[in-house]
């Protein structure tokens, strides 16, 4: 398998920036995620790196070896679309075999090969179907079975899983995610759902715009996000913000919320103007105790949690929490926040101010 690097890496259509200098690393045998919402460039970035589109300008090394401006059959890997893009004149052993065929394998060895990732995939039993009348997970095995017959060095998935339903494509990711394991690929997958991201990833670079807003780690993306867009993308529900006018200082504490002071991470960094407190929903507390208050506005039940909404002096927030905790609608509670979670963002610019909780993930030393 392969190790990839892409080094500010840039794609232009005309005055039209669609990838803005990205880089990153992606590891041998990693299942890599390219996450983002619509237009943000993740599947330009693929098609980059795949060869299907030549980058306007940097980099792309495949094994240690520079391929920016080789084409797709040069680079050895394959691709997995999102509508399968199967020959519907062939059935599915013709389908799976037809890479191997082409490179012009011996016919016991080829028919060897078919046997084996048919195996893999669960797949014996329609080799001989036509392709035209599957279903589409079978269709989307088949896929992934013409890829995977080759054994390339990575495999480059553009939202492989977009055209089923809901129930099966979260039985698929799983599956994409133990055969991934089972071979020891280099994966790198293509979505905007960030529930499949940070299902199936090893790692997740997000974009915005044609910029790399974060690259890393799930847990790390989730609990300690580098941008305003990260936390509001990652969450179900999101991060919620609490938007003050004020200053911080390096080596701060805690914040002042119209009088109500917050604790939060040593601040490593002074910033002014519009600020944001960042917390997620699980880590908003009712507490009768604490000086920063709210008004409950909605509840929603989730069985073992629900979410509540609540109105605050700097917006509104949701907060997850136990269903056995009372909450009704117009009662005013007290709001406690876990301390060591807390995010500080720049409103402005949409940064987070580095903190003693987040610098080792942000890189800030």
Known sequence: MARIEIRNLRKEFGDFTAVQSSSFVIEDGEFFMLLGPSGCGKTTTLRMMAGLEL????????????VSQKRASERDIAFVFQMFALYPHMNVRKNISYPLVS???????????????????GIEDILDRPVSGLSGGDRQRVALGRAIVREPKAFFMDEPLGALDAEFREHMAHELRSLHDRMGATTVYVTHDQLEAMQMGDKIV??????????GVPQDIYDWPATMFVADFIGSPPMNFLKFEGAVEKGGTSIDLGGA???????????RGQLA??????????????????????TEYLGTTQIVSVDTPHGA????????QPARVGDAVGLRFDKRTLTVFDAGSGRALFSEANREVLGHG
């Open 317 to 324: 927030l949701k907060a997850r929490l136990s269903s056995e």
């Open 206 to 215: 997000v974009m915005n715009h044609g910029v790399v807003e974060q690259f």
């Open 103 to 121: 490179q012009g394998m011996k016919r016991a060895q080829v028919k060897e090969k078919v046997a084996e990732v048919s195996r893999i995939l």
């Open 277 to 298: 407190l960042g917390a997620r929903p699980e880590h908003i507390h009712f507490d009768d105790a604490a000086s920063y208050r709210g008004k409950i506005t909605a």
């Open 261 to 271: 002071f917050v604790e939060v991470p040593r601040l490593l960094e002074d910033a």
């Open 55 to 66: 980058p306007t300008s940097g980099e792309i090394f495949i094994d240690n070896e520079e």
